[in-house]
């Protein structure tokens, strides 16, 4: 166990022939040169090379660490952010710590940002959750994202030496069982954008609220047997949260367990009757906000479109399912007969999924698999029951799914937490809820 702060390798820009940038302060290029001003880096024969103001070369090597003196911090112009979403775009963004240049194979050049992980969350507090939102939320939330990216980095050491897999499918007779989890950066620990967590620099308004929550947190993580935990979170469970092999590999995380999102333990859910009266039932747990001014209060990206998420409906004409089955799955059902849930985790999520077709039929999990396959883009949650109106002769000709919650719903319930600490509830009370048995603990 450590007893400083660790520093991360985040790559700011990846796979691009030139960047453009200035040192805010003092850099050391290499050996005791120190530098400040403007710069830009291009690659030759296999090196990076680093050149200043009128085409001075400052440095060059297949490597070259850029060491901030004192407060310095560097700026980088055209950092793309939102990659393949609707809102990508290029900005100007500013960072603190160190800058790594690295030569690729290809003739291309990736940046990375070498910096303290306090640092780090506080950016990624700043841009991922509301500064509005209840304190006590923001630290739980700090706690969390600090112990889940510790624990993700111990694992991808062991990768290569028996450690987890980040995907895997099997397919067996008909049977198609997929499950993905991050997936692994080679030259960094974590990239800047969405895939892993947003982060975007010091400069993009830094709230009050988000530095009292990191500081205030400082080094604190959250253990299990004196491992630092895979601490999950995800929207809304919609009520009950699932178990971490339902959703990812199969084994059993004890601190990953289902657990109902309220004072009042609810039953978990059991029989497809369960299922149903679950999903058409608003049971009184944390996440059932009706106050939509209070959602918009902790998520940044809270619209309209997304009130529905405690309890959703999505309905479909047969032939756009079988379209939209066909693009992501890339199997031609023909005619879709039936969708038949064969397995539940705890909180309704299905994780075996049996589709009936004309000219196939396939058995799909786990829950990102069913949830992609089911939608142009995702289900909100695989937490569903399908009913299907049907012609006289029995083909269906629409399909209707009524669901709850939003995400894999393991882990920390993030809107339940949200109106946990607004009741009143503290950071410890919230971790201790969703991941039971652990500890928090300050490393340093
Ligand atoms: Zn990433
Ligand atoms: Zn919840």
């Known amino acids: 166990m450590f007893y400083k702060e660790p520093k991360i390798n985040v790559g700011i820009v990846d796979d691009v022939p030139t960047i453009r940038g200035r040192f805010n302060g003092h850099f050391s ?6 530098f400040a001003g403007p710069f830009e880096v291009k690659t030759a024969n296999g090196d990076v090379v680093i050149s200043g103001p009128e085409c001075l070369e400052l440095a060059r090597g297949r490597k070259i660490k850029c060491v901030h ?9 055209g950092v793309p952010i939102g990659i393949h979403f609707h809102w990508e775009r290029k900005q100007e963004q500013t960072f603190h710590g160190d800058l790594i240049l690295q030569a690729l194979d290809n003739g291309n050049i990736t940046a990375i940002n070498e910096v303290g992980l306090e640092t780090y969350l506080l950016s990624v507090i700043s841009s991922e959750m509301n500064a509005n939102a209840p304190q006590e939320f923001l630290k739980a939330h700090a706690i969390a994202s600090r112990s889940w990216l ?21 397919k067996r007779g008909g049977e198609i069982i997929r499950w993905y989890d991050r997936e692994e950066h080679l030259l960094f620990d974590v990239c800047a954008d969405d895939h892993c967590q947003r982060y975007q620099g010091i400069d993009t308004n830094i709230s009050q609220a988000a530095r009292e929550a990191i500081s205030s947190t400082r080094g604190v993580f959250l253990l299990y047997r004196e491992k630092i935990c895979d601490a999950r979170f995800h929207k809304a469970c919609g009520g009950l949260t699932d178990n971490f092999e339902n959703v990812w590999e199969n ?11 309220a004072a009042a333990a609810h039953k978990l859910i059991d029989t497809e009757d369960e299922a149903r009266q679950w999903v058409f039932s608003r049971p009184d747990v944390y996440c059932n906000v009706g106050d939509f001014r209070f959602l ?7 619209d309209r479109k997304t009130e529905n998420f405690f309890r959703w409906r999505v309905s479909y004409r047969r032939e756009e399912l079988e379209e939209i089955l066909k693009e992501k799955s890339g199997i031609d059902f023909g ?12 909180s309704g999520r299905i994780i075996r999924l049996g589709i009936k077709g004309a000219k196939e039929s396939i058995i799909v999990g786990k829950e990102l698999e069913i949830r992609r396959w089911l939608s142009p883009s995702h289900l909100y949650s695989s937490a569903f029951v399908v009913s299907a109106d049907r012609d006289l002769s029995g083909i269906p000709t629409r399909f209707t799914f009524h669901g ?41």
């Open 251 to 261: 084994i059993r995380v004890p601190y990953l367990r289902a657990v109902s999102d």
């Open 335 to 346: 005619v879709l007969y039936n969708l038949e849930p064969l397995k539940r985790g705890p």
């Open 404 to 444: 709850a919650g939003w995400g894999h719903g393991v882990g920390m319930c993030q809107i339940g937490a949200a109106v946990m600490a607004a009741k009143g509830f503290t950071a410890g009370e919230i971790l201790k809820h969703y991941f039971r048995d652990t500890e928090m603990r300050k490393l340093y």
């Open 29 to 34: 290029l290499k050996g005791d040169v120190l």
């Open 150 to 170: 510790m624990a993700m980095l111990e694992r991808r050491k062991g990768i290569g030496q028996g450690g987890f897999p980040a995907r895997q499918t099997t």
């Open 69 to 77: 003196h004192g407060k310095g911090a560097f700026t980088l112009s």
């Open 296 to 302: 918009r209060k902790i998520l940044p990206d809270f």
